[in-house]
């Protein structure tokens, strides 16, 4: 008997040629799908809002956004101690960060919302003015020394400020600007060009840092220059033997200095040690092994009862740890990996050489601090006295690093694809948007005067 025809228009009926049910479609089984069925297509849509134009801008803006706040947040729990033993109120040191963070927030829309020309014109008057201020750190009567360090300008007051935080926004704008003038002349394939005049400037500003004793800003500042000489397409050997000439000169600061061969050496250690010289790194562990999971609550660390030192500046992640457990350290870790994940996909996806050089150069500069300070209160690196970016107690810091993020912010708007899906949210003046219905089921159609489709 030959098999029943289906009408075209018809719906094929689910019984079968002899009353039997027909056997469920290759792929599709139950009307949902099988478990297997339902992650891929799960991994389907994240795929997809994964690769759309404004990710990388939710990304760095959300990300950073949380950061700061949380960091608000961990500030006032970590500091509040610290504050009333020096007969200050509770929220001093809070109250400063605040103000910082809303100086930092006007620079960062400011930033975000600059054209790139503006940022290229900007880097020499950057570079200049940072040098400037560095110069004058070192004027007897006018440096300030803090734990040994004479990095900073007092402005009055209880405010200070930290002018080698800016060399790193300097160092990138002007080194981008320089690399992307010569890329477009062809002349980065010639190893003086690339090196000269980056590498002797770069050279200056450690010089300059080093003279205050502040090694750990400028291991940040000679990361941010390898990351410059890598977007470049410096060859191995040359960017080998920058690395091994730096690392002895690094191995060298060490080992004449007896306060950071100490720091060495409590690597690892899980006891204060003689002399309690480890005392800082071992705290650092107490207060993250006693966290657990979810921490001991917000407010209620022990540590920061005078137990562990700089709390609230480069072992907030400690107190962290302490006060919100494991669940809030990875938070803080998963944060820092979404906005380096994006800051690389702006570098990589943009077709001006200038946002490639200056996004990697930021993102280069936020990442490699971060791991240089968790790994600090981990016990896997020394502690080299750096914050934790956009997370630490500290204007100085604050401030060129809100400013780095409205760099990579505008470079993220600056995409094609990004900039032609922020003028479609965008009405025109006067006149609603016209176009299609997309939130109707039925067909994609276009309204009439009338109403009538």
């Given at each position: 008997m030959p098999a029943k025809q289906v009408l075209p228009g018809r719906r094929p009926s689910a019984v079968g040629p002899r009353g039997r049910p027909r056997p469920p479609a290759p792929g599709k089984g139950s009307p949902r799908g099988g478990p297997l069925e339902r992650l891929r297509r799960t991994q389907q849509r994240l795929r997809r809002a994964w690769d759309r134009p404004l990710t990388a801008y939710y990304l760095i803006f959300g990300s950073s956004l949380l950061i700061t706040v949380l960091g608000l947040v961990m500030v006032y729990s970590a500091s509040m101690i610290k504050a009333l033993q020096l007969g200050l109120g509770d929220a001093y040191f809070f109250k400063k960060q605040f103000l910082a963070a809303l100086i930092g927030g006007v620079l960062l829309m400011a930033a975000s919302r600059m054209p790139v020309k503006l940022h290229r014109a900007l880097s020499y008057p950057v570079l200049a003015g940072t040098l400037f201020l560095m110069v004058l750190v070192q004027v007897p009567g006018i440096g300030v020394s803090i734990n040994g360090n004479q990095n900073w300008i007092s402005l009055g007051g209880p405010f200070m400020l930290q002018p080698s935080e800016f060399g790193k926004l300097a160092l990138i704008l002007w080194g981008a600007d320089l690399l992307a003038r010569k890329g477009d002349k062809g002349l980065?394939?010639?190893?003086?060009?690339?090196?000269?005049?980056?590498?002797?400037?770069?050279?200056?500003?450690?010089?300059?840092?080093?003279?205050?004793?502040?090694?750990?800003?400028?291991?940040?500042?000679?990361?941010?220059?390898?990351?410059?000489?890598?977007?470049?397409?410096?060859?191995?050997?040359?960017?080998?033997?920058?690395?091994?000439?730096?690392?002895?000169?690094?191995?060298?600061?060490?080992?004449?200095?007896?306060?950071?061969?100490?720091?060495?050496?409590?690597?690892?250690?899980?006891?204060?040690?003689?002399?309690?010289?480890?005392?800082?790194?071992?705290?650092?562990?107490?207060?993250?092994?006693?966290?657990?999971?979810?921490?001991?609550?917000?407010?209620?660390?022990?540590?920061?009862?005078?137990?562990?030192?700089?709390?609230?500046?480069?072992?907030?992640?400690?107190?962290?740890?302490?006060?919100?457990?494991?669940?809030?350290?990875?938070?803080?870790?998963?944060?820092?990996?979404?906005?380096?994940?994006?800051?690389?996909?702006?570098?990589?996806?943009?077709?001006?050489?200038?946002?490639?050089?200056?996004?990697?150069?930021?993102?280069?500069?936020?990442?490699?601090?971060?791991?240089?300070?968790?790994?600090?209160?981990?016990?896997?690196?020394?502690?080299?006295?750096?914050?934790?970016?956009?997370?630490?107690?500290?204007?100085?810091?604050?401030?060129?690093?809100?400013?780095?993020?409205?760099?990579?912010?505008?470079?993220?708007?600056?995409?094609?694809?990004?900039?032609?899906?922020?003028?479609?949210?965008?009405?025109?003046?006067?006149?609603?948007?016209?176009?299609?219905?997309?939130?109707?089921?039925?067909?994609?159609?276009?309204?009439?005067?009338?109403?009538?489709?």
């Open positions: 980065l394939s010639q190893w003086k060009h690339l090196l000269v005049p980056l590498v002797p400037v770069a050279f200056l500003l450690l010089g300059l840092i080093m003279l205050g004793g502040d090694m750990g800003t400028a291991m940040i500042l000679g990361a941010v220059l390898f990351g410059l000489l890598w977007l470049a397409g410096a060859p191995t050997r040359m960017f080998v033997g920058v690395l091994l000439f730096a690392g002895v000169i690094v191995a060298l600061l060490i080992r004449t200095s007896p306060h950071r061969m100490d720091r060495l050496a409590c690597l690892g250690a899980t006891e204060p040690g003689r002399g309690d010289l480890c005392w800082q790194a071992v705290h650092g562990i107490y207060a993250l092994a006693s966290g657990g999971w979810f921490g001991s609550g917000l407010g209620a660390s022990v540590e920061k009862w005078g137990q562990l030192p700089e709390a609230h500046t480069d072992f907030i992640f400690a107190i962290t740890g302490e006060e919100l457990g494991l669940a809030g350290t990875l938070s803080v870790l998963a944060l820092f990996a979404a906005l380096g994940y994006a800051g690389i996909r702006v570098a990589g996806r943009t077709e001006d050489s200038f946002v490639r050089y200056a996004a990697g150069g930021v993102t280069t500069w936020i990442t490699a601090q971060a791991v240089i300070n968790i790994g600090a209160v981990l016990g896997l690196l020394p502690i080299a006295g750096v914050p934790l970016p956009l997370f630490s107690y500290g204007g100085s810091a604050l401030l060129p690093t809100m400013f780095a993020v409205g760099l990579l912010i505008a470079f993220a708007r600056e995409e094609p694809a990004a900039r032609a899906a922020l003028a479609m949210r965008r009405p025109k003046s006067g006149r609603p948007r016209s176009g299609p219905i997309w939130k109707s089921m039925r067909r994609r159609v276009k309204k009439r005067p009338s109403g009538e489709r």
